[in-house]
């Protein structure tokens, strides 16, 4: 535990060398929330209606700061495209050649990151949640809360095996890297991180974008907090979300082993 | 100005060949930027789906909106953004020297140098949404008004460089441009939608301190609301001048930092 | 015609201080501590027309910062200088066209084009005669032999060839002063020598003052005929490379073989390099050359004597030390 407390610790160092950044990038989270607010309260008020596909206006500003916490987990900000580089380069070799798991070392390596990154973020967020706590009309009880926190664990084991996927489909394809800037937009708005799922049910695609893997990067820990999801489709949504997890899971172990044949196959 | 006019074609001419050199990652970073304008309109249809008029502006109104500021957005994109993204990378690497050695203006070649192509299509698309919108409105825009038009548009587009400029100035002390994209972020948000959505009474400052200090508010919104809603005389001049200001401000600003980096560095 | 001349340049730097570890971090949030530093102190010089002028220290010496005052990038904090009639960091765009900076790690082509798009556009930026354009491109290319590599991306070419086109680049608008600052690192030795053919060439042809700074001797000793020496910030030397050789060079290395083994204790009051199998080598004072001499005499079977000065490097590496140990 010892070695991940001092890459937390490092990490936490870096981001403060740059002193001009910290104080810049915690103070700046505000301003986008101010114009979604003022946005969607005039929708709501030029369209009189008290809720729009299920949502109020409170509960849209609930969801779309929830979002930013569903996110902090799913993100994977250059795991895909250092993975793709090692490939690339071949320095990949140096993880096979020691003693350990290359998926189980990213992963406990982004553990040690995420931690880091979530308590430096912690106080600009407290910040940002309290001034906004009059969006929040509800909360979730105990069990909704382990829920919760359930649904962000999966958020992250689903961001973390997709992410290492596509990273190795280098293995491949020489360019990954804007093939990565496509997921990546796509997922902005497919996970429902752009506006709440539920209020694109006019395009009919509703249920396909629910089951979808990228609704559990945001939309989903986002709907179980604030309770969208009726108890009898919340057990059936974890189970679909786990049977992505496993398998991106599986995916990444098999492309592993196949990239690799590839790899010895050439030498290189 | 007939050789700037000279310079900006080779450099648009070489980027083009550069960017052609990677032909599959061009078209991938092309279809990016249709993915965007999938989304922006889905999102556009979703609000309009739901409620008839947004701030006082209708449907075709927003398109309008919606499409000069994807214009704008791009016309920036194309020829600015990834040239002052650079700008932290050339201080830090002491690339900038060769860049102050050329005979020409450093403003210039630092922040043209480089045309990224794959943002263009942008541009046509944006326009194509301002005739279409225009279009469905069913009322021809003015003919006296378009030229008009376009300077309110290319007076948003300089307001919005000038701010870029002045964030890339920055980087001559702070190091890092990933700073710079978030605050880049942070202002084409404030332009993106009709500065009326900032009308309540608890937004005062906002609107005070974006819509007159730094008038991010008014880039987009003045000149399509000088297309297509009732002319502001006031804040058209005021859009007008402060772009002026703020240009020359953001000149100096630079030059400055390029005066600092030179008595600093090492 | 003098080309370069200074008056008591020098430059200081602040450099701030960053406490170590996290409660450090956190106090730089808050404030910074700094301390200046003399990158160059008092340097006065004076290059003329059509030299090529060795500029020569070890890192940190304040070379690059003197040939960065020299091309107007940085502002000195004392002293002047006027190259080419102009004071550099007024940086008249006259001044700019007039000569060029060379960095042997940096590139200034265009990754991903063929070097002669990069000309294409360099000939717009300094505004070259298409006349004149045509016919350096076909000298330059001519000399540096480098026809076949211009229509090559350069990503794809070998640091050498792309040294060369580098250079080319720098020459098109026909400048009249070349700095170079360590043109030939991590260049192999066929590529150096190529290198230093092309501009002793260019050199001689038209009469273009050079200024180059490097790590290899060998580039000092085939170009130049003047260098310059500087530690610490300070000029220790400004003369002909023999008159260092001279100053410095005051002692010889003397190769003697046998043919057997080497006798025993024949050598032993001279300082001996090493001894292997037949071999000795010997570092003596030029004085005591004639006494080696009156020694191996006496010995039998001796099959091949040399005796050499001892290499550039080792001559100014003493000068650094003495300087150094001056200063203390």
Redesign the interface.
């Known amino acids: 535990m010892n070695k991940y407390f001092n890459i937390a610790r490092l990490s936490l160092k870096e981001r403060l060398t740059y002193r001009g950044d910290f104080l810049f990038s915690s103070f700046l989270r505000f301003l986008p929330m101010i114009t979604s607010i003022l946005l969607w309260k005039s929708v709501y008020s030029s369209s009189e209606q008290e809720s729009l596909s299920g949502f109020s206006f409170k509960q849209v500003i609930a969801y779309l700061l929830l979002v930013n916490i569903s996110r902090m987990f799913s993100s994977m900000p250059g795991l895909a495209t250092n993975l793709a580089r090692d490939v690339r380069e071949g320095s990949i070799k140096k993880y096979l050649l020691q003693p350990i798991d290359l998926i189980g070392y990213l992963m406990s390596y982004r553990i040690a990151h995420k931690a880091a990154y979530i308590s430096t973020s912690l106080v600009p967020y407290m910040i940002l949640f309290g001034s906004c706590a009059s969006f929040f009309d509800t909360f979730p009880t105990p069990v909704g809360c382990a829920y919760f926190i359930l649904s962000l664990m999966l958020a992250f084991v689903i961001g973390f095996y997709f992410e290492v996927c596509l990273g190795m489909l280098s293995f491949w394809i020489l360019e990954v890297t804007s093939l990565l800037y496509v997921v990546t937009t796509l997922s902005f708005f497919l996970s429902g991180h752009l506006i709440p799922l539920d209020l694109l049910d006019t395009t009919g695609w509703l249920d396909v974008l629910k089951n979808l893997p990228f609704a559990y990067l945001a939309y989903f820990p986002a709907a179980v907090f604030l309770q969208k999801i009726t108890d009898e489709e919340l057990f059936f949504r974890f189970f679909v979300g786990v049977l992505w997890a496993l398998f991106f899971f599986l995916l990444s172990k098999v492309i592993l082993y196949f990239g690799l044949r590839k790899y010895s196959a050439y030498g290189a | 100005m007939l050789r700037h006019l000279r310079l900006m074609f080779c450099f648009a001419k070489f980027s083009l060949l550069g960017e052609l050199a990677f032909r599959s990652n061009f078209l991938l970073k092309i279809l990016v930027e249709l993915i965007w304008l999938g989304i922006l309109l889905t999102f556009f249809k979703t609000i309009f789906g739901k409620s008839s008029n947004v701030a006082g502006w209708n449907e075709h109104e927003f398109l309008f909106f919606v499409g000069a500021y994807y214009a704008l957005e791009g016309f920036v994109e194309t020829f600015f953004l990834e040239n002052c993204v650079e700008f932290s990378e050339l201080v830090r690497s002491g690339n900038l020297d060769f860049c102050l050695l050329k005979p020409i203006d450093p403003q210039f070649f630092i922040t043209l140098r480089r045309v990224d192509w794959s943002t263009a299509p942008k541009i046509l698309l944006g326009f194509i949404m301002i005739s279409f919108a225009m279009y469905e409105i069913g009322k021809p825009l003015e003919l006296w008004k378009v030229p008009l038009f376009l300077i309110l548009f290319l007076c948003g587009c300089s307001l919005a460089y000038s701010f870029l400029l002045l964030l890339t100035s920055l980087s001559v002390w702070m190091i890092r441009n990933q700073s710079l994209m978030e605050v880049w972020w942070l202002f084409t948000n404030l332009m993106r939608y009709p500065r009326q959505i900032y009308d309540s009474e608890w937004a005062l400052p906002i609107r005070m301190v974006f819509g007159f200090i730094i008038p991010a508010l008014l880039a987009v919104s003045i000149p399509v609301e000088f297309a297509v809603k009732e002319i502001n005389i006031e804040f058209t001049l005021f859009l007008f001048v402060i772009a002026i200001v703020y240009f020359q401000l953001s000149r100096m600003f630079f030059n400055y930092s390029l005066k600092y980096y030179r008595s600093a560095s090492s | 015609m003098i080309v370069i001349k200074t008056n008591n340049l020098s430059k200081q730097?602040?450099v701030y201080e960053?406490p170590a570890g996290?409660i450090g971090?956190?106090k730089?949030?808050f404030n910074n501590k700094f301390k200046d530093i003399h990158?160059v102190e008092n340097i006065n010089l004076e290059i003329h027309q059509g030299e090529i002028v060795g500029f020569l220290g070890p890192n940190g010496a304040g070379k690059t910062?003197t040939l960065?005052m020299l091309?107007?990038?940085?502002?000195p904090t004392n002293g002047n200088a006027t190259v080419l009639g102009y004071v550099p960091?007024e940086?008249p765009?006259?001044f700019?066209?007039a000569f060029?900076?060379v960095?042997g790690q940096?590139s200034?082509l265009?990754?991903?084009?063929p070097a002669s798009?990069s000309f294409?556009?360099h000939k717009?930026?300094?505004?070259i005669d298409p006349v004149k354009f045509k016919k350096n491109v076909g000298e330059l290319t001519e000399i540096f032999q480098v026809d076949n590599l211009l229509n090559k991306?350069v990503r794809e070419l070998s640091l050498g060839e792309r040294m060369k086109l580098e250079l080319i680049a720098s020459l098109l608008h026909d400048p009249k002063l070349l700095l170079l600052d360590e043109p030939t690192i991590g260049l192999d030795v066929v590529a150096q020598s190529a290198m230093h053919r092309c501009l002793y060439e260019f050199n001689q042809t038209r009469k273009i003052t050079i200024l180059l700074t490097s790590h290899y001797m060998r580039d000092v000793e085939t170009l130049c005929s003047r260098i310059l020496v500087i530690s610490g910030g300070k000029m220790v030397y400004d003369g002909q490379l023999q008159g260092l050789k001279d100053e410095f060079g005051k002692e010889k290395l003397i190769k003697i073989q046998f043919k057997n083994l080497v006798p025993d204790q024949v050598f032993s009051k001279f300082e001996q390099l090493e001894i292997t199998g037949g071999i000795v080598r010997l570092r003596v004072s030029k004085n005591d050359v004639p006494s080696v001499l009156a020694v191996v005499s006496q010995c039998e079977e001796v099959l091949d004597i040399s005796i050499e000065d001892p290499p550039i490097e080792e001559v100014i590496e003493k000068l650094f030390v003495s300087h150094r140990s001056k200063t203390l």
Do not use: C, H, N, V
């Open positions: 730097f602040r960053k996290l971090s956190f730089s949030l990158a910062t960065k091309s107007g990038l940085l502002f960091w940086r765009i006259e700019r066209k060029s900076l960095m940096k200034q265009w990754w991903d084009l798009d294409e556009l717009e930026i300094y505004k991306p």
